[in-house]
């Protein structure tokens, strides 16, 4: 069956350091995206693709880039990760022909100490 | 830009009782919109979805919404809840052709014996 996969499920990491969540996803779906949850807020876009190559910002791209070398993958990097980047990241994923249903992955908890 | 208000972040209600979550967004042309559930430690699923045609729409669960172009929302409903439905809800729309969600920040349904 085809799904979204994201790895790791936990991670903790320090101030300072890089960091790269991945995406995976076998819908062969043309969209991906990022977002991050945190209490209150519900989830707010970080980045997201249209396709190969293609890579835009979200309403709080700060301190987060992507890029999109195959349809399959969408990594997110935190170039220099930051307390306040503690969060759920959750990965999605659509295709134009299903009508903007987005698919979810089951999530990266990721603590910055 | 589009926004999404989700006007309870908590409801409370007793198994077999019915719910109403409520959900509002800004106006717009051509809005498609969305309810997702997120069970504990899980990604979302989506609920239901109204793109265009018959404004009251039916999803998975026994949940249903409809669609109100005049008041801007699309209140999700459950004639009797049961135990299993305790779960965070989340209220989206995109506007037509953008491909992108806005979230609203949840309602988080518990279900009580």
């Known amino acids: 069956d085809a799904e979204i996969t994201q790895s790791p499920r936990h991670k903790i990491t320090e101030t300072g350091r890089q960091v790269t969540l991945a995406c995976h996803q076998t819908?062969?779906?043309?969209?991906m995206f990022w977002y991050r949850q945190d209490l209150g807020h519900g989830l707010r876009l970080i980045h997201y693709s249209y396709g190969v190559q293609d890579t835009n910002k979200g309403e709080v791209s700060d301190g987060y880039s992507v890029s999109r070398s195959n349809t399959e993958d969408l990594p997110l990097t935190l170039e220099s990760a930051a307390s306040s980047q503690t969060s759920v990241y959750f990965c999605a994923s659509s295709d134009w022909e299903r009508q903007e249903t987005q698919y979810f992955g089951p999530g990266t908890r990721l603590l910055v100490l | 830009a589009q926004s999404v208000t989700q006007l309870d972040s908590q409801v409370p209600v007793f198994e077999e009782a019915p719910v109403e979550l409520r959900c509002n967004y800004s106006s717009s042309v051509s809005v498609y919109l969305f309810w997702y559930v997120q069970y504990p430690n899980q990604g979302l699923q989506l609920l239901l979805k109204y793109l265009s045609g018959s404004t009251l729409v039916k999803g998975i669960n026994g949940f249903e919404a409809e669609f109100n172009k005049s008041q801007t929302s699309f209140h999700l409903r459950k004639p009797s809840v049961h135990i299993s439905d305790t779960a965070e809800y989340f209220c989206a729309v995109s506007q037509g052709g953008s491909e992108k969600l806005v979230f609203g920040k949840g309602t988080k349904l518990t279900v009580n014996p």
């Open positions: 819908w062969n779906h043309n969209n």
